[in-house]
């Protein structure tokens, strides 16, 4: 048994992964009855991920803001701005692709039991709330713009305190990434058990009636993650961006894809800046933060599916209102809720835009949490690995202005 644990951890863990899918695939297909004792993987997995995700962002922001050195720099500005440079370009080809290839979807489904924010100034005021939230609840709800908050201003609190105190919060830091770790390595079993419970629950019936939205949205967010995201790369680094780009699609995507949660996906995304030689200072802080605001898929949602409903009943959309629509999908993004198909409930905002009754908008709604089975998992898998890759890209950027 032993020597079989040891082969196995020998192989690669997006070798392991893929294994994981392909066994998941067959079980749903020829054993659907065993869903009750193969579905559980799944969910003890993303539990695990995210029960880990909070005390993980708030010891590794504390140790690296509390033990930074003065004069040290770190990458944070360059990586918020491709955070927000990102999401504004994915919302122009959330837009483009609309006017380029226009669709219209039959509105029939309800959405009852969700309640969308009633303006931007509600999306902020939430924002904002969720800043100054109790520490406490903050940990217990995973509301991490409050726990990255708390982070930091007990990070600058504990800058002048005993080494023994940093050493302590470092020696925390240190055995929660170990746990995420251990894990990590459950992760082809965890997976195992999604694949096979997403096959089991939804099937792919009830994608065929909005398979030319699910086809335009898809598209714009493959664009997105193979186009626009290297070209970004390329500008800042001066080098051939794919090897990156592919490498965090395979090793942060693939787990994001089947877990559809950013913040779930943290962990995951820590353990590969550590791969990558990143720098700990910054990625310890640009994580969490792109888990919180960095959302070009959700931008791409936002924008595909406002101007469809658009499309639908005859709306017709000038220039001017459309980068309006473009900046609010962006802004919209960033205030987007970290569960799957958060980014849904913001459709009625933006088409409240064109004066579109939240009536109809809130069907458009329903129609996203049909085709959220791929849309949703698509969306989180290209927000996610961005994180990876932005931070990435400011370290090599950095590195290349220096030498």
């Given at each position: 048994?032993?020597?079989?644990?040891?082969?196995?951890?020998?192989?690669?863990?997006?070798?392991?992964?893929?294994?994981?899918?392909?066994?998941?695939?067959?079980?749903?297909?020829?054993?659907?009855?065993?869903?009750?004792?193969?579905?559980?993987?799944?969910?003890?997995?993303?539990?695990?991920?995210?029960?880990?995700?909070?005390?993980?962002?708030?010891?590794?922001?504390?140790?690296?803001?509390?033990?930074?050195?003065?004069?040290?720099?770190?990458?944070?500005?360059?990586?918020?701005?491709?955070?927000?440079?990102?999401?504004?370009?994915?919302?122009?080809?959330?837009?483009?692709?609309?006017?380029?290839?226009?669709?219209?979807?039959?509105?029939?489904?309800?959405?009852?039991?969700?309640?969308?924010?009633?303006?931007?100034?509600?999306?902020?005021?939430?924002?904002?709330?969720?800043?100054?939230?109790?520490?406490?609840?903050?940990?217990?709800?995973?509301?991490?713009?409050?726990?990255?908050?708390?982070?930091?201003?007990?990070?600058?609190?504990?800058?002048?305190?005993?080494?023994?105190?940093?050493?302590?919060?470092?020696?925390?830091?240190?055995?929660?990434?170990?746990?995420?770790?251990?894990?990590?390595?459950?992760?082809?079993?965890?997976?195992?058990?999604?694949?096979?419970?997403?096959?089991?629950?939804?099937?792919?019936?009830?994608?065929?009636?909005?398979?030319?939205?699910?086809?335009?949205?898809?598209?714009?967010?493959?664009?997105?993650?193979?186009?626009?995201?290297?070209?970004?790369?390329?500008?800042?680094?001066?080098?051939?961006?794919?090897?990156?780009?592919?490498?965090?699609?395979?090793?942060?995507?693939?787990?994001?894809?089947?877990?559809?949660?950013?913040?779930?996906?943290?962990?995951?995304?820590?353990?590969?800046?550590?791969?990558?030689?990143?720098?700990?200072?910054?990625?310890?802080?640009?994580?969490?933060?792109?888990?919180?605001?960095?959302?070009?898929?959700?931008?791409?949602?936002?924008?595909?599916l406002t101007l469809a409903t658009a499309h639908t009943i005859g709306t017709d959309v000038d220039i001017w209102t459309a980068i309006i629509l473009v900046v609010l999908s962006a802004v919209s993004a960033a205030g987007a809720s970290g569960v799957p198909g958060g980014s849904l409930l913001l459709i009625p905002l933006a088409c409240s835009l064109f004066g579109i009754s939240n009536d109809i908008a809130m069907q458009v709604v329903g129609v996203g949490f049909i085709i959220g089975v791929l849309q949703d998992s698509c969306e989180t898998a290209l927000n996610s690995s961005s994180d990876v890759l932005f931070t990435a890209t400011a370290d090599i950027a950095n590195?290349?202005?220096?030498?």
């Amino acid at each position: 048994m032993k020597n079989i644990v040891h082969k196995w951890s020998q192989i690669s863990l997006v070798k392991r992964i893929l294994i994981g899918i392909i066994v998941g695939i067959l079980l749903a297909l020829t054993i659907p009855e065993a869903t009750s004792w193969v579905s559980i993987l799944g969910s003890l997995f993303v539990g695990a991920l995210k029960a880990v995700a909070p005390i993980l962002v708030l010891f590794l922001v504390m140790n690296a803001i509390s033990g930074h050195k003065a004069g040290k720099k770190t990458n944070m500005k360059t990586i918020i701005g491709l955070y927000v440079i990102g999401t504004v370009l994915a919302g122009v080809v959330g837009v483009v692709a609309s006017f380029l290839f226009p669709v219209s979807i039959t509105l029939k489904p309800s959405a009852e039991g969700v309640a969308p924010p009633e303006g931007i100034l509600e999306v902020i005021q939430t924002l904002l709330n969720n800043i100054v939230a109790n520490p406490v609840s903050a940990i217990i709800n995973a509301n991490y713009l409050g726990i990255l908050a708390w982070a930091i201003l007990l990070g600058f609190a504990l800058k002048k305190s005993a080494d023994s105190t940093k050493t302590m919060i470092a020696n925390f830091s240190d055995a929660t990434t170990n746990i995420v770790k251990w894990v990590i390595e459950l992760a082809p079993f965890g997976i195992l058990g999604l694949v096979f419970d997403a096959i089991y629950t939804n099937g792919l019936e009830t994608l065929v009636e909005y398979g030319q939205l699910l086809v335009l949205l898809l598209s714009c967010m493959f664009f997105v993650a193979l186009v626009i995201n290297p070209l970004i790369t390329f500008i800042y680094t001066r080098q051939n961006p794919y090897p990156l780009v592919l490498r965090t699609l395979r090793e942060s995507a693939l787990t994001a894809f089947f877990t559809r949660s950013s913040a779930a996906n943290i962990p995951v995304n820590m353990a590969l800046c550590e791969k990558l030689g990143l720098d700990k200072d910054t990625y310890s802080v640009s994580i969490p933060l792109g888990a919180t605001i960095n959302m070009a898929g959700a931008a791409v949602t936002i924008s595909v599916l406002t101007l469809a409903t658009a499309h639908t009943i005859g709306t017709d959309v000038d220039i001017w209102t459309a980068i309006i629509l473009v900046v609010l999908s962006a802004v919209s993004a960033a205030g987007a809720s970290g569960v799957p198909g958060g980014s849904l409930l913001l459709i009625p905002l933006a088409c409240s835009l064109f004066g579109i009754s939240n009536d109809i908008a809130m069907q458009v709604v329903g129609v996203g949490f049909i085709i959220g089975v791929l849309q949703d998992s698509c969306e989180t898998a290209l927000n996610s690995s961005s994180d990876v890759l932005f931070t990435a890209t400011a370290d090599i950027a950095n590195k290349r202005s220096q030498g």
